[in-house]
Each structure stands twice: as C-alpha cells, then as structure tokens.
C-alpha cells in the first residue's frame, strides 16, 4: 500500500522558516505530481504549492515569494520551504501524491498531515 508521510512541522515565531517534508514510499509506478495543501480551523482545505513530473510549478498567490516546493526524485521527497510564516499560515499542511500505477489507473494518496503554528 501506497504511505505518503509529511514532517517537519512546529511552533514557529513571525518571520521565522520551516521546512517540511513529504515522502511516499510504497508505490509500483510512478508519481505524477506531489502538492501541499492547508486547512485552518474552521476553513477549507486550500492548495499551497504543486510540482508536477516535469518540474513545473504553481502557488497559491498568498505564499509566491515566501514559499518554495521542491522534490528529490531519488528520494521520492517533496519539500516546502516556507519563509516569512505568518500568523495566516497557520493549519495542518498535508501532502497529497497523484500517482500513476502499473495498470494505467491514477490514484490520489493523503498525508496525515503536520500541524504548522505561527504565533508568539
């Protein structure tokens, strides 16, 4: 069965960094494309950043500049660097995979998902 696991969240200050990080593990194809969502108490889920198989990136307009996806395909690794958090940036991050399999179908896999906290 096809794990996908996020890490690396935390209590961080205003202004400060994190790093997570999202690996599947698992899988008998190949991935399609990885992304990071949020939720925030009492709102829905939200796209943060997605890289697709050929590297091509977007982000939500609310974290360009502050955030970066990048992947390590060796690893089967997916990364958010997130600068600049800010109080807004506060949720659960989850990581989800599209991944393609060996019969041709294409599956979506969730993360449990890393509590991110940006407060004094």
């Known amino acids: 069965q096809v794990q996908v696991v996020e890490s690396g969240g935390g209590l961080v200050q205003p202004g400060g960094s994190l790093r997570l990080s999202c690996t599947i593990s698992?899988?008998?194809?190949?991935?399609?494309?990885m992304g990071w969502y949020r939720q925030a108490p009492g709102k829905q889920r939200e796209l943060v950043a997605a890289i697709s198989s050929g590297g091509s990136t977007n982000y939500a307009d609310s974290v360009k500049g502050r955030f970066t996806i990048s992947r390590d395909s060796a690893k089967n690794t997916v990364y958010l660097q997130m600068n600049s958090l800010a109080p807004a940036d506060t949720a659960v991050y989850y990581c989800?995979?599209?991944?393609?399999?060996?019969?041709?179908?294409?599956?979506?896999?969730w993360g449990q998902g890393t509590q991110v906290t940006v407060s004094l």
């Open positions: 989800n995979a599209k991944v393609i399999l060996s019969d041709a179908t294409v599956n979506g896999y």
């Open positions: 698992g899988n008998s194809g190949s991935i399609h494309a």
